[in-house]
């Protein structure tokens, strides 16, 4: 079993920052592409950001600039640096990963992890 857990969420004022991460835990054995999603409501749920093993970066146009993505190889980590929040960056925030389990490559999505900015 693989796990992405997400921790880092919450309400926030507009001008604000969050810091959110998404560890991956159990059987996957390699991880290349990480990435953080996002679905808010009454949307389609969106690309963030995204993050290569080897540390190459890829952001929508909406958060470029204000948001970072980052990543631990040694602890099957990715982290999304939030600054300057804006309300319509609230959203239900979602990690995915796509990773070797033994026995084949697979997309792996985490829970998701609530962003509320609101003043």
């Known amino acids: 079993q693989v796990q992405l857990v997400e921790s880092g969420g919450g309400l926030v004022q507009p001008g604000g920052s969050l810091r959110l991460s998404c560890a991956a835990s159990?059987?996957?054995?390699?991880?290349?592409?990480m990435g953080w999603y996002r679905h808010a409501a009454g949307k389609q749920r969106e690309l963030v950001a995204t993050?290569?093993?080897?540390?190459?970066?890829n952001y929508d146009g909406s958060v470029k600039g204000r948001f970072a993505i980052s990543r631990d190889n040694a602890k099957n980590t990715v982290y999304l640096q939030m600054n300057t929040l804006k309300p319509e960056d609230t959203a239900v925030y979602y990690c995915?990963?796509?990773?070797?389990?033994?026995?084949?490559?697979?997309?792996?999505w985490g829970q998701g992890t609530q962003v509320s900015v609101s003043s």
């Open positions: 159990g059987s996957i054995f390699r991880i290349n592409d």
């Open positions: 993050i290569t093993s080897g540390g190459s970066t």
């Open positions: 995915n990963a796509a990773g070797w389990n033994g026995i084949t490559w697979r997309v792996y």
